[in-house]
């Protein structure tokens, strides 16, 4: 009896083995796939899969399958080297389609960096602004402009939205008062993390904010004739041909 006893739990040992060895290569493809698919350095590898090992031993993220699980841990290697992969696209790339997830990830990532006892790390405006005009090839100049309207949008005024979306707003804004003129069609063809009538929106709310520090900026001191001309004559309906017309303006 003790020796078929002995039989079967080997058998179960081994059964447990097998399953734990295809769901390892299972999640070290899916790993390895989104690498390929991202163009993210082989080097990393190992990092996500601790990352993902540790985790996946946590009992509060019993209830999380392992592409959502795989989803934050590559968002949190995207932060921790500063690759800028939005969340939207690694999403995307391990086909989650949880509904409200992408709207919860700051949540989530907090609840998986305080299990793993790991410093939460968050993309500043700056960092935003920084990478978004290295990416389309704007000058230090409209960089610094960007950086100067998105914290001064952030410090002033309430701007619903992500960093990332108040920096692609503000970049919007600032290259098109330097003369470089980007429409948003362009911004939604460089970035796939906020839908064109999104970005309308924002570029709504944020021209609202705009006007009212020009008004407090125009008590201080003398606009530009581009910040005059905006001031009195921006109409969102015309948003891309309004700057258009700065062409014929001089700062």
Not at 3 to 18: R, Y
Not at 92 to 110: A, C, E, W
Request: proline share 1%; net charge positive; hydrophobic share 40%.
């Amino acid at each position: 009896m003790t020796c078929i006893m002995a039989e079967i739990l080997t058998k179960n040992a081994k059964t447990i083995e097998k399953i734990h060895k295809i769901h390892k290569n299972k999640v070290e493809k899916k790993i390895t796939d989104l690498f390929i698919r991202l163009q993210i350095c082989p080097i990393y590898f190992n990092r996500v899969l601790e990352l993902f090992n540790k985790i996946r031993k946590k009992h509060e993220f019993n209830y999380a399958n392992d592409r959502i699980l795989l989803a934050v841990c590559f968002y949190r290697l995207n932060l921790e080297e500063k690759l800028y992969i939005s969340l939207k696209t690694i999403k995307h790339q391990l086909k989650i389609i949880t509904s409200g997830f992408l709207s919860n990830h700051l949540r989530l990532y907090d609840k998986f960096c305080k299990a793993l006892n790991l410093k939460p790390i968050h993309y500043s405006l700056n960092d935003h602004v920084k990478n978004i005009c290295d990416l389309i090839g704007l000058d230090n100049k409209i960089q610094k402009k960007a950086v100067n309207l998105a914290n001064m949008i952030n410090k002033n005024f309430l701007l619903p939205g992500e960093y990332r979306t108040c920096a692609i707003t503000s970049i919007y804004f600032a290259s098109n008062f330097a003369g470089e003129l980007i429409s948003v069609d362009q911004f939604d063809f460089y970035f796939d993390l906020i839908a064109v009538s999104v970005m309308y929106e924002k570029i709504k709310i944020f021209a609202k904010c705009m006007k009212e520090y020009f008004i407090r900026k125009a008590q201080k001191k003398g606009l530009s004739n581009r910040e005059m001309y905006f001031l009195e004559n921006f109409t969102i309906m015309d948003r891309d041909d309004f700057f258009r017309k700065f062409q014929s303006l001089k700062n």
